[in-house]
């Protein structure tokens, strides 16, 4: 069963936010501490609920290793039939996560090498739709690289290729079974398009690069921007862009620290990023 009957409340309180004390949705207890949520005072559970509120007690997700907290909450992947083509039926499975500048370069290759003449399946998962390659990322930061244009769309380059792209970000793995768990896709308005799903291979290369480390210095997760990805780096020119609007919409003075933007890592990023960053709050 996929985890996808609305937990039941037993009280809730108001406030702007619901909170509420729930049923476990695969065991209907109600447990006194969740695996998504807060106890609170009264030994009960705080969540914010919206359309996806699915809440599982610790003893359940604990038996089943299956199961997995995604962006639309809790998904039983253990009852999710694996997507697999016919025509992948008799082939040796390639699957390749992440299409960063080594994973895209592999699919590239052995698409043209092995894909064209039908001796293996090659597939490509990324969570992103389109590539750009990370040195670019300060540029789309800074508003001087348009990602539209600038980067290379996996579906496209796939069919030129000879392999297929998955959209998706893996969030499990399987090794005894060979598979892969991917996050359900979700819009731009945070709907679902995508169902969670379930890809088999017989050989797996994982090519997720790195991210940032915040060491988890106290106030970054909750306020800084990380440009590890090209949606970081465009959110963090959109908000760039919307600060340089609003002091020049503004009749007072600015403000001390108004327009004020502290790169955190001198390194590649953090040091291409500064001249440019430096650059646009002159031309506003
Ligand atoms: C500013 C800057 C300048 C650089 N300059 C150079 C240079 O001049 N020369 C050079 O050789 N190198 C340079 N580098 C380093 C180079 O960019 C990296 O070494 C390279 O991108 C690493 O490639 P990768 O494939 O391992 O990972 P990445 O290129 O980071 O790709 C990882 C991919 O995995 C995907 N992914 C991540 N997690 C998941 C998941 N759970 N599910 C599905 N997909 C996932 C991501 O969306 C991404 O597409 C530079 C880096 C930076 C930041």
Wanted: charged residues 25%; hydrophobic residues 40%; glycine residues 10%.
């Amino acid at each position: 069963m996929q985890a996808n009957r609305r937990s039941r409340a037993r009280e809730g309180v108001g406030d702007g936010r619901i909170d509420m004390a729930l049923e476990c949705v695969l065991c209907g207890a109600w447990p006194t501490s969740h695996a998504t949520t807060h106890a609170d005072d009264d030994g009960g559970s705080t969540i914010t609920m919206n359309d996806t509120a699915r809440v599982v007690c610790h003893t359940a997700a604990d038996a089943n290793p299956l199961l997995k907290e995604t962006s639309m909450g809790w998904v039983d992947y253990s009852v999710i039939p694996e997507s697999r083509s016919a025509h992948e039926a008799s082939m040796h499975r390639e699957l390749i996560v992440g299409g960063g500048a080594g994973g895209l370069e592999l699919a590239t290759r052995l698409g043209d090498r092995l894909g064209k003449q039908g001796k293996a399946s090659i597939a490509l998962l990324d969570k992103a739709r389109v590539h750009v390659w990370k040195p670019h990322l300060h540029e789309i930061a800074s508003g001087t690289l348009d990602i539209d244009v600038d980067s290379v769309e996996y579906l496209a380059h796939a069919r030129a290729h000879h392999y297929r792209f998955r959209i998706g970000a893996m969030c499990g793995l399987n090794r005894e079974k060979r598979q892969v768990y991917v996050e359900p896709t979700l819009d731009e308005d945070g709907r679902q398009f995508i169902p969670p799903r379930v890809l088999g291979y017989d050989t797996l290369i994982l090519a997720v690069g790195s991210v940032g480390n915040d060491f988890s210095t106290p106030g970054v997760k909750e306020h800084a921007i990380a440009i590890d990805s090209a949606g970081e780096a465009a959110r963090f020119n959109r908000r760039l862009i919307s600060a340089c609007v609003r002091a020049n919409a503004q009749y007072e003075p600015l403000h001390p620290g108004q327009l004020h933007c502290v790169i955190v890592g001198a390194g590649a990023t953090g040091v291409e990023l500064l001249p440019r960053q430096h650059s646009i709050r002159w031309r506003t």
